[in-house]
């Protein structure tokens, strides 16, 4: 098994022995960390024919002028509930790393009663309450005076897909204008194959500039802008077959 949930022996001694579970305030628990001794006193009053009231009084040197000092304890009951403390212990081991580290787990007791701590209202927990009112009435961001602007944020002046077209057009460097004959050969061939192009078809095919290829369809082409060949590009009338044309031309003896 893993060292995370390895079993270990458990050390049941004080199972028998009570304790109490009591929850308290995080301003409380902050200065109990800090504290290196004694955190205050427990008082317990008990009335004949009464439930026993608990109070508790931090030390005077714990708390400060807006820090409640008085708290009272809040009875629960944990008649539905089995609640134990466990603690857990880890000794180091020699510094040659011959003995490793043990770890120790301990039952401390189980909970016979559960409270709640609450702070008395005095003085001291008025003061608290208005601290904090002050401090959730001040705005998260505040307006200030700046002697020259400040430049937070840039924009990108280039981003990443900009940058990968612009080396792209670079290496396939600029479209230059072939000869008009030599485009119009290609044409011709390309439409001896098919009856029918698109722009970009054609544009592959040629490799020229869309607005020169244009030129130059518009003179040997038509423009279908009707299906079911819409947006599609066919040679005109005069320009079709025309292979056929000039092997009957050459057979024609009163032919220029």
């Not at 212990?89 to 701590?117: H, N, R, Y």
């Not at 008025?126 to 840039?154: D, G, H, W």
């Not at 008009?180 to 970009?200: G, P, R, S, T």
Request: hydrophobic residues 30%.
């Amino acid at each position: 098994m893993s060292s995370s949930h390895a079993e270990k022996d458990l050390d049941n001694t004080n199972c028998s022995r009570g304790v109490w579970l009591v929850k308290i305030p995080k301003y409380m628990k902050d200065k109990w960390v800090e504290c290196p001794g004694d955190v205050g006193k427990l008082r317990i009053n008990k009335a004949p024919g009464k439930v026993p009231t608990v109070t508790f009084k931090s030390a005077e040197n714990l708390m400060d002028s807006k820090t409640p000092r008085e708290h009272k304890f809040i009875l629960h009951s944990v008649k539905e509930q089995t609640l134990g403390v466990f603690s857990h212990t880890v000794s180091s081991g020699s510094s040659d790393a011959v003995v490793p580290e043990t770890e120790k787990l301990f039952m401390e007791g189980q909970v016979i009663q559960k409270f709640e701590c609450q702070p008395v209202v005095d003085t001291y927990y008025l003061n608290q309450k208005r601290e904090a009112v002050k401090k959730a009435a001040q705005p998260c961001r505040q307006s200030m005076f700046i002697s020259r602007p400040v430049t937070v944020y840039r924009p990108i002046a280039a981003h990443k897909h900009t940058i990968e077209v612009e080396e792209r057009k670079k290496a396939e460097g600029k479209k230059a204008r072939d000869d008009k004959d030599k485009v119009m050969e290609m044409l011709f061939a390309a439409f001896e194959k098919h009856q029918y192009y698109n722009i970009k078809d054609l544009q592959k095919i040629t490799r020229q500039p869309i607005t020169y290829l244009k030129e130059i369809l518009n003179e040997v082409c038509d423009y279908n802008v009707k299906n079911p060949h819409r947006n599609m590009w066919e040679l005109k009338p005069e320009y079709r077959h025309y292979k056929a044309d000039e092997v009957e031309a050459a057979d024609d003896p009163n032919s220029d």
